[in-house]
């Protein structure tokens, strides 16, 4: 699959708040499939949860792994950092610089 092509399954899986709060729900432990269908239970059925799965699955933001009948959803960080490197750090990195210049201009450097 092409880099532009991961980049939109990445960009659209982050679209979507319900799958946002999967993401929040596995920063700190992996969760199994039916703890996050009780989470969000009153709001979206058990298909629905597996359809988000499947779309943050694809995107490459979790693994999943199966003991048994029990599918365990692990938070994947490295796209994270993917976007970091190549859209938030640069251009932190430039904002830097320009507020290092301002400083070192408004001191009469």
């Excluded at 499939?33 to 059925?45: K, M, Q, R, W």
Aim: charged letters at 25%.
């Amino acid at each position: 699959m092409s880099s532009a092509a991961q980049d939109d399954l990445l960009f659209k899986a982050l679209a979507d708040s319900r799958r946002r709060q999967m993401l929040d729900l596995m920063k700190t432990a992996p969760r199994t499939t039916g703890a996050l269908c009780e989470h969000f239970a009153g709001a979206l059925d058990r298909c629905t949860v597996m359809q988000h799965l499947g779309v943050l699955e694809r995107a490459g933001l979790i693994v999943v792994r199966r003991e048994g009948r029990v599918r365990w959803n692990h938070l994947d960080a490295g796209p994270f950092q993917d976007i970091h490197d190549r859209w938030i750090g640069p251009y932190a990195l430039a904002a830097a610089d320009l507020l290092n210049r301002l400083k070192h201009d408004l001191e009469g450097g």
